[in-house]
């Protein structure tokens, strides 16, 4: 029986990771959504499936900044004073401070549209340092004709964001060019914090034909609001977080973020089997779903083509 047992535990010592013995893994995030909360799932189970389980051989911290930048400056801190093998910091703002609050510790970054316009690295391909991680850039192109062929007439998008985060700034950059090209314009209305959410919706009524919501953590942790909006006008409401239209988008073309949190897992098991973070490239994540909310459509007043509807990976009734 002791033989058996040494064996067994020869082949665990052999197929467990090599820095299994405390390990951990630090992740903070500027605020809780679903999207968010779907990558920071993704990120624990890759994690387990490569032997590092919560419990046994990791530790695995989390924190949410609650939508305050100065919240994730501090966390970001406290994190770098904790010297965990890896921090993965969810969002832009949170990578921003994480970023700024260490140049050892290797940071995996993840969710962030624009890594070069956020200053996290200065190249994609050979980002150097100790940084390193995934973009979810959203295909906008995509998401113009997405709203285009929903709505033909529509001639002006409303851009709901917060003008505060570096993201959705690259983000409206992209939107107008692409918006021009399909003959259409921009109009913005900002909201800075979750309680100016619906005001900023309201403000679009009468003055665009349809809302835009990038992958705005601000907006998103609040959407109920400008979808309150949206129903109220007969607004159509759109957004680049598919996880967004089960809570009452018409429709999203964009990454499912539970598969975007694998790929970052993927890269921080990289890291904690010994690679360098700054010889990784950082990569745009893979992956792009359509889901249809057809009940969002009907209170909005939309009716579905029956070509967007079958294409759909996901239509919600």
Known sequence: MRLITLAVAAVLALTLPAKADGVTVAVTAIVEHPALDAVRKGVQDTLAAAGYKEGENLTFLFESAQGNPATAAQIARQFAGEDPNVIVPISTPSAQAVVSATRDIPVVFTAVSDPLGAQLVKDMDKPGGNVTGLSDMSPVAEHVALIKEILPAAKTIGYLYNSGEANSVSLLAALKAEAEKAGM??????????????????????????IYVPTDNTIISALEGAVAVAEESKLPLFTADTDSVSRGSIAALGFNYYDVGKQTGDVVVRVLKGENPGDIPVKVAAGSDLIINSAAAQKMGVKLPESVLKRANRVIE
């Open 185 to 210: 314009g921009v109009v913005e209305s900002a909201a800075t914090k979750s309680a100016e959410v619906q005001g900023a919706a309201r403000a679009l009524v009468g003055r665009a034909d349809a």
